[in-house]
């Protein structure tokens, strides 16, 4: 079963800062925290990964507080080619997902 | 070009007969999964792989099975078991779940099953 919780879904405007949380209250020492979007009947698109602290690429930055329960992707200037479903997952020996935040993006 | 590539994009297949999705992956990745998704739901992990010839069960493999005898290839066959086949099957591969998780995943096989 998957180890996350994160919103449902999530509206914003465009040119916005987007921040979506997730909660993975029992993740473990070595589990490593990742996102993921998918356009419909697409495949995934992994977005970014971290261990801890702040990781950044050029989609996305991924914060994740010193305890490790959450973590929160952030997308800067969002466009309408952003909406899409977000997934965050912790991977241990495999990679289970969740059920997503289905983010919406109005003109 | 790197990736994975699943086929056929669409497949029909009639009530009872068992059918065989194919997953290849030129990346060099020793990790295969395979996921089913429903409409409007997320992934589900029906097997998944990390070596040759190892492979598991993940939350839904009833009805489900695999091999992996190939570095390269992970098919998936879909039995008369499974009792509701028709969905949208996704095949993924990674370098390493524990040092680099990230998965690249194929554009999926449709099967519609009548």
């Known amino acids: 079963l998957a180890k996350t919780t994160q919103p449902i879904s999530m509206d914003s405007y465009e040119g916005q800062e987007v921040n979506i949380t997730c909660s993975h209250n029992?993740?473990?020492?070595?589990?490593?925290i990742t996102w993921y979007q998918q356009f419909p009947s697409q495949g995934p698109r992994f977005i970014i990964q971290?261990?801890?602290t702040k990781v950044t690429n050029e989609v996305a930055s991924l914060f994740i507080p010193a305890d490790r329960k959450s973590s929160t992707l952030s997308l800067p200037r969002v466009s309408l080619s952003d909406t899409a479903v977000y997934y965050c997952?912790?991977?241990?020996?495999?990679?289970?997902f969740g059920k997503g935040t289905r983010l919406h993006i109005l003109p | 070009d790197g990736g994975i590539t699943q086929s056929p994009k669409y497949l029909f297949r009639k009530e009872g007969q068992n059918v065989t999705l194919s997953c290849e992956q030129n990346?060099?990745?020793?990790?295969m999964y395979w996921y089913r998704q429903d409409p409007g739901q997320g992934l589900r992990l029906i097997y998944y792989?990390?070596?040759?010839?190892?492979?598991q069960k993940g939350d839904i493999a009833e009805g489900y099975s695999v091999s992996r005898e190939k570095k390269e290839s992970f098919p998936l066959t879909v039995t008369s078991a499974q009792k509701n086949p028709t969905a949208f099957y996704l095949c993924?591969?990674?370098?390493?779940?524990?040092?680099?998780?990230?998965?690249?995943f194929g554009q999926g096989t449709r099967l519609t099953v009548v």
């Open positions: 029992n993740i473990a020492t070595n589990d490593y």
């Open positions: 997952l912790v991977v241990d020996d495999k990679i289970i």
């Open positions: 993924a591969s990674s370098i390493d779940i524990r040092t680099r998780p990230e998965a690249f």
């Open positions: 990346l060099n990745h020793d990790a």
């Open positions: 971290g261990y801890k």
């Open positions: 792989s990390q070596i040759v010839n190892d492979f």
